[in-house]
């Protein structure tokens, strides 16, 4: 049997495993889009009370299996109490009794395995695989760093652009610009030419914009189908969000260590959480501290329902925002949030956020 290998979809993580994956001879098939039906499929074959990355993932998988993959690469092994860490043999388990035949690899547990065995599946000229190796862990992460100032650039352009839309488009543009190149060479033409569609929409830079920061628990905020595309709504608001999550600094995270995490732990959070609660919950409170202090205007909170870690954040952030004076709206995310509910709170939100710029300004 050929390896074909699928992976449940993180935002843009799959551009950059899709390159991985392709120079390493493999043959990787994404999941299609995260849809109304992936979400419907996680939630039929979950337990109820799975928080709703777990089923949004299980959704993804049934659809990659449903497409002919035979291998799945899921995060596993996380250290902590966040449950993501187990969800690979649940899940396992769940797909089997639905009768796919499969293999599941857990990346945090077994990486070096997928990396010296699995993937030596798939060559012709095993005795080159090391070099393949080192060529693909270049490409992927260049991938995965342009494709974070991608989304960063999005996120600053959207709220100053004349045109409403046009900076989705150019950052859909530029995705499949880095999807389809295959050389750190082809990457770095692909750059320029990225500078040059971001600086070429037409931008009212004299606009009074707002600024927030995104925090929360990282799948929530990574994949917009989760959001249900939140920072395009921020955005189109007339809002700069700053989301400092990405799939670039958890594969950097994964290999290096995080001092900025570490920074934050030590010396910004420690007065509200001694230990982690093995979620995101810690860096959520330092960020809202930190950005709180750097003037931005609100906090936008984003958590599965059920997250246990998350949550005890959301318990603290009343007290961060009394001491801080900065508004925090925060969401709890479940197959039965409506997309309707946000838009309304978000824009709500907003008013009240320029109401008091004003107020503070006269």
């Known amino acids: 049997m050929n390896p074909i290998f699928t992976s449940p979809h993180m935002g843009n993580t799959y551009i950059a495993m899709k390159a991985f994956l392709e ?3 493999c043959r990787y098939l994404p999941p299609p889009p995260t849809s109304r039906r992936t979400i419907e499929l996680g939630v039929k074959y979950s337990p109820e009370f799975a928080c709703f990355p777990y ?13 002919g993959a035979n291998i799945i690469l899921m995060a596993a092994g996380k250290k902590g109490l966040c449950r993501l860490a187990y969800y690979h043999i649940l899940q396992e388990k769940t797909l089997k009794d639905l009768g796919f035949n499969f293999e599941m690899v857990g990346l945090g547990e ?3 395995d997928v990396l010296f065995h699995k993937l030596k599946l798939c060559s012709a000229n095993p005795s080159h695989h090391l070099h393949r190796l080192i060529k693909a862990a270049r490409i992927t992460f260049k991938k995965l760093k342009l494709i974070e100032e991608v989304e960063n650039r999005a996120r600053e352009t ?12 150019v950052y859909q543009i530029s995705l499949k610009l880095i999807e389809e190149a295959r050389t750190l060479s082809q990457l770095r033409k692909v750059k320029k030419k990225i500078d040059v569609l971001f600086s070429s929409i037409p931008k009212d830079t004299k606009r009074d914009v707002l600024k927030m920061v995104l925090v929360g628990e990282f799948f929530c905020c990574l994949e917009p189908v989760v959001s249900h595309h939140i920072e395009t709504i921020l955005g189109d608001l007339g809002t700069v ?29 420690r007065k509200y959480l001694k230990y982690s609660g093995g979620g995101e919950e810690r860096r959520s409170l330092g960020e809202a501290e930190v950005y709180a202090k750097r003037g931005y205007d609100g906090v936008v909170a984003l958590r599965p329902f059920t997250c246990l870690p998350e949550n005890t954040a959301e318990a603290i952030f009343p007290h961060l925002s009394r001491k801080f004076k900065i508004p925090v709206l925060s969401f709890s995310l479940d197959e039965n949030f409506s997309e309707v509910n946000m838009l309304t709170r978000i824009e709500s939100f907003v008013d009240m956020l320029r109401r008091k710029r004003n107020v503070s300004g006269n």
């Open 23 to 25: 120079t390493m001879e």
């Open 55 to 67: 089923k949004v993932t299980l959704g993804n998988m049934i659809e990659g299996l449903e497409g």
């Open 158 to 169: 959207r709220p100053y652009e004349i045109e409403k839309g046009e900076t989705s488009k």
């Open 241 to 269: 969000v700053k989301q400092n999550m990405s799939s670039y600094r958890l594969a950097k995270g994964f290999l290096f260590p995080d001092l900025k995490k570490w920074w934050l732990n030590h010396f910004v959070v």
């Open 110 to 112: 077994n990486i070096w």
